[in-house]
């Protein structure tokens, strides 16, 4: 009996040290700030727990047993259990927030990614001033084209991820911030829809390039997905900073075109005496006029720490930029709050996102650069001869803007270019857009199921514009009688969104089952309205009702995607991973048959690196990735296009009825057999790292191809109401290679230096299209395109005649290759010759730290691209004299001496140039005071932006989206001076 109760209180005694509580707190090392929410697990069990708001945590465990400590964006940290309450110092570890890749309804590690995914964060973005969120990941991932535009401030970017993938729809990937994906319609009167977030704020921005990425996102992300993730709040005491940049906008180059002297020898050479009595005695370098220097400031103060240990994040920004080309401009003020507390033990997580905004925009007149190319250079910019008023000197003498005149000196002559100044000085168009896009999400680990979570995120879109465009009566005008013009308009539109979706993640032993199955529900609604009014006066002054315009525009629509998706995720040992998904959409844009599409997607990984033969190993990663997946796409088709939709005509289209005349309304043409169009993608991909990560990369190669294309064809007479409709009638396949590597070259205590180059090979052919398709409108001639699509063919690509030349290698006027041999000039003689989309684009990027200072440079190079020149294809001799005007031209024409203008020269290869380019993007230097403003760091900086271009094209700017080279507003360079302060 006595041997049986030693036993009873030893067993009772093992037992009460196995569910010791032993309790700690976690702080951050840097700091001393308590870390909420950090992992607590008693290494080797299921045993765990997380810290609470003032990063307290208490669990059961016995001495000698070891306490595993992780959070995201740290160092982890093994601690044996004592008896003794612990006090743990996290160290942050920004090698590890690398790692962290945010996708579709979640996060995952990078090491157990199986997708073709690239995430740039804070420290790698894009320097500079930079008003919208794609110019901070220019250049920095493969595979990843951003082109910006113009040189507008604030101006749209075209995105292309891997190419173009559509003839007629939307290319540019979707848009989602913070779990909130964006419409792919434009918001009128902003430049750009990305402008409503203030760049200070973003934290990260993963690009997702594969379909078996993106295809959880289903039809919306036919051309990738860039998540923005911004930054959130951390508990703990008030944390403040300020970052604030001057810049100052120079222009670089200008169209060359004809000097004053240029322009009189070639008057003089060719002209007759009329012509050359038109001639001015002036030297007006028109772009010296409409371009100037630019100013531009940016602010953003922000605010982090906790409300009662809720952990949040404000800020507030100003941004103001003016453009080059006078009186252009962006006024900006952006506001944004996160909150994110944690209740019922950290179980149940709050996120509350908001971000407002309000754009000031005033556009220059950009006709105004079309304008100072062809205006008169020897002509003065005012006439005390011409009606049209501009001001009275100081002796009371009426100047006007300078016109080509009728005989009478009443009235600008038809055809004549507008004084560019004019143009700038009297029209004005301004837009003030306001926009909120805001989140509120909830997720709830249920107690009942280890490892199940409840995720519901509500999210709000909502933008408004309006604005206006007024022409003043004195802007000189062939229209007799003009009395002014103006346009104004308003815009709403909202996206509401509604995910529901659980989450199971649980470890079996060394392996890992992740699950998620959801339900989305996304309404984009649009209300337009716009009013045109135009005042033509009759000879008495009184208003002439006929010919004056007065009428409205009303367009409302909506349209509804819903949505089913579903992922598995399994990881066995952390060596072989396989994930599927599949996602369901139904489109309101498309006919109830239709309208249901199912895009799968599956891929697998093997981290070779942790096999035991690999141990020990030269590689301290090396994953190998195989996936394939479907998405589908109507991004950018009309809301109602398989439905009867009847279109008012305007006031100049008007039905006569006896004495009255009286408003139709006509149907427009319908498709009722539209659907997805579908792209399917294969991907592998290696993932490497060796040197103690030092040294790492990744090579992707993917094949994607897209089916059931969506373009104009067409159709027979009389079998719809019109001869050209959107029908599913193309195949398209693009192919290529990526390849990413990231070097550190020095790292030491004081110093270290790291590079960054991306490079990719793309290769994109339309495989299937019964129609071509004749796209590419030119200046010149009335209804001339460049380009075509045709099967076979990349798309967009030239079709031109081929240019003949002399011996010297100077082109022949009027000479071009009689290819099909038939003894004539035609269109049958026109051939493909190149496109506008690069071959191979790549980045390269370096950053060297020493003691407090830092360096950075961005650069980009793209190779095989050509554009067509359209402003020096339409230089002729003829061109000048015309109309009984004198018109400037491209200084080409004293290359060619090209006597007339034709369509066979318009149209010649001669004008589709080379226009590889390499750019260096941006120089940044700066350097940090450690206690520069009361004990706090403080970092100054200068920067300047788009310092170089080498190229042998002879336009403007290589860089021209889409290819056609036309009045381009050019991009300046740009000097910054910098600051930024924690405190």
């Not at 709040?233 to 906008?249: F, Q």
Request: net charge negative; aromatic share 12%.
């Amino acid at each position: 009996m006595h041997r049986c109760i030693t036993m009873f209180l030893l067993l009772f005694g093992l037992m009460a040290q196995a569910q010791e509580i032993v309790r700690g707190v976690v702080v951050e090392a840097a700091t001393g700030t308590p870390l909420p929410g950090v992992n607590v697990v008693v290494q080797g069990t299921t045993r765990g727990t997380a810290t609470d708001f003032d990063g307290n945590f208490a669990i059961e465990a016995a001495q000698g047993e070891t306490l595993v400590i992780s959070y995201i964006g740290f160092k982890t940290q093994q601690v044996p259990v004592t008896g003794q309450p612990m006090n743990i110092a996290l160290e942050e570890d920004s090698g590890l927030l690398d790692e962290v890749v945010v996708i579709g309804y979640g996060t995952v590690k990078k090491e157990e990614a199986t997708d073709a995914v690239d995430v740039v964060s804070t420290e790698d973005f894009n320097q500079g001033p930079i008003v919208s969120a794609q110019q901070l990941i220019q250049g920095k991932v493969a595979g990843v084209s951003i082109t910006t535009g113009s040189g507008a401030p604030g101006e749209g970017s075209n995105v292309l991820i891997r190419g173009i993938s559509s003839l007629s729809l939307n290319s540019n990937p979707l848009f989602v911030v913070d779990g909130v994906p964006l419409n792919d319609g434009g918001v009128g009167g902003s430049r750009n829809p990305l402008n409503l977030i203030n760049p200070n704020d973003i934290e990260s921005m993963s690009v997702l390039k594969d379909a078996s990425a993106t295809s959880i996102y289903g039809s919306r992300a036919a051309n990738g997905v860039i998540l923005i993730t911004t930054k959130k709040g951390k508990a703990g005491e008030l944390k403040l900073n300020y970052s604030g940049i001057t810049s100052v906008y120079e222009p670089v180059n200008k169209v060359d075109v004809l000097t004053a002297d240029e322009f009189r020898n070639v008057v003089n050479t060719y002209g007759n005496d009329d012509d050359i009595a038109r001639l001015g005695t002036a030297s007006t370098d028109w772009q010296d006029l409409i371009y100037n220097s630019a100013f531009g400031g940016d602010h953003t103060l922000s605010a982090q720490g906790g409300i009662f240990n809720i952990p949040f994040r404000a800020s507030a920004g100003y941004t103001d930029q003016e453009g080059i080309l006078r009186g252009d401009k962006l006024e900006r003020v952006t506001g944004s709050f996160n909150l994110r507390p944690r209740l019922l033990n950290d179980d149940l997580l709050l996120e509350f996102n908001a971000r407002v905004s309000r754009t000031d925009n005033t556009f220059a007149n950009r006709e105004a650069i079309g304008s100072a190319n062809a205006f008169d250079p020897t002509q003065s910019v005012y006439d005390v001869n011409s009606p049209y008023y501009a001001f009275t000197d100081a002796n009371g003498t009426d100047f006007g803007y300078t016109s080509y005149l009728n005989a009478a000196g009443t009235q600008q002559l038809n055809l004549a270019p507008t004084n560019p100044i004019a143009l700038l000085d009297l029209v004005k168009d301004q837009a003030t857009v306001d926009r909120f896009v805001g989140n509120f999400k909830v997720d709830y680990s249920l107690p009942w199921v280890e490892g199940l979570t409840a995720t519901v995120n509500a999210g709000y879109d909502y933008s408004s514009s309006e604005g206006f465009s007024q022409t003043q009566p004195n802007i000189p005008t062939p229209s007799i009688g003009f009395d002014g013009r103006r346009n104004d308009y308003t815009q709403e539109a909202i996206n509401k969104l509604f995910d529901a979706y659980v989450t199971y993640n649980n470890d079996f032993g060394n392996n890992n089952l992740e699950a998620t199955a959801g339900y989305s529900y996304q309404q984009f609604e649009f209300d337009n309205f716009s009013r045109s009014e135009e005042r033509i006066l009759n000879a008495d002054g009184s208003l002439n009702e006929e010919a004056s315009i007065n009428q409205e525009f009303i367009d409302k629509s909506r349209n509804v995607l819903l949505s089913y998706f579903g992922r598995v995720k399994y990881d066995i040992n952390n060596k072989y991973i396989i994930k599927a998904s599949l996602r369901a959409d139904a489109s309101s844009k498309l006919n109830p048959e239709d309208r249901w599409g199912y895009f799968p997607s599956v891929a697998a990984a093997w981290n070779i690196h942790n096999e035991g033969f690999m141990s020990g190993g030269f590689f301290d990663q090396l994953k190998l990735r195989l996936g394939y997946g479907e998405v589908g796409n109507v991004n950018g088709l009309g809301d109602y296009n398989f439905l009867t939709r009847y279109v008012g005509s305007t006031n100049t289209a008007q039905y006569q009825f006896g004495t009255q005349f009286y408003n139709t309304y006509r149907p427009e043409p319908i498709n009722e057999d539209l659907k997805w169009e579908v792209g399917s993608t294969w991907n592998a991909g290696l993932d490497f790292a060796i040197l103690n990560s030092r040294v790492n990369g990744s090579v992707n190669a993917y094949l994607k191809k897209t089916n059931d294309l969506i373009a104009n064809t067409i159709v027979d007479p009389f079998t719809n109401f019109g001869n050209v409709i959107p029908a599913n009638i193309g195949d398209m396949e693009n192919k290529g290679v990526e390849v990413e590597l990231g070097v550190t070259a020095v790292e030491t205590e004081n110093f270290s230096w790291t590079i960054n180059y991306n490079v990719a090979f793309n290769d994109n052919t339309i495989t299937r299209l019964p129609d071509t398709q004749d796209v590419g409108g030119i200046s010149g001639g009335v209804g001339n395109t460049i380009q075509r699509h045709q099967e076979g063919i990349s798309p967009f690509s030239y079709f031109v005649y081929k240019q003949i030349y002399d011996e010297d290698g100077n082109p022949i006027e009027g000479a071009v290759a009689d290819i099909n041999g038939d003894g004539q000039i035609n269109t049958d003689d026109r051939y493909f010759y190149k496109d506008p989309y690069a071959d191979i684009i790549m980045g390269l990027s370096t950053s060297i730290n020493w003691n407090n200072w830092d360096f950075q440079a961005v650069s980009r190079a793209n190779i095989g691209n050509y554009a067509y020149n359209n402003v020096a294809s339409t230089s002729a001799i003829n061109n000048v004299f015309q109309n009984d005007i004198l018109t400037n031209t491209h200084s080409e024409i004293l290359t060619t001496e090209f006597q007339q203008f034709t369509e066979v020269n318009l149209i010649s290869d001669y004008y589709i140039e080379n226009a590889s380019f390499f750019r260096l993007d941006n120089v940044t230097l700066g350097y940090t005071l450690q206690e520069g403003f009361f004990g706090n760091p403080l970092r100054i900086y200068g920067a300047a932006n788009n310092l170089l271009v080498i190229s042998n094209y002879s336009g403007l700017d290589p860089e021209i989206t889409g290819g056609i080279d036309n009045n381009f507003y050019p991009r300046p360079r740009v000097f910054v001076l910098g600051l930024n302060l924690n405190f």
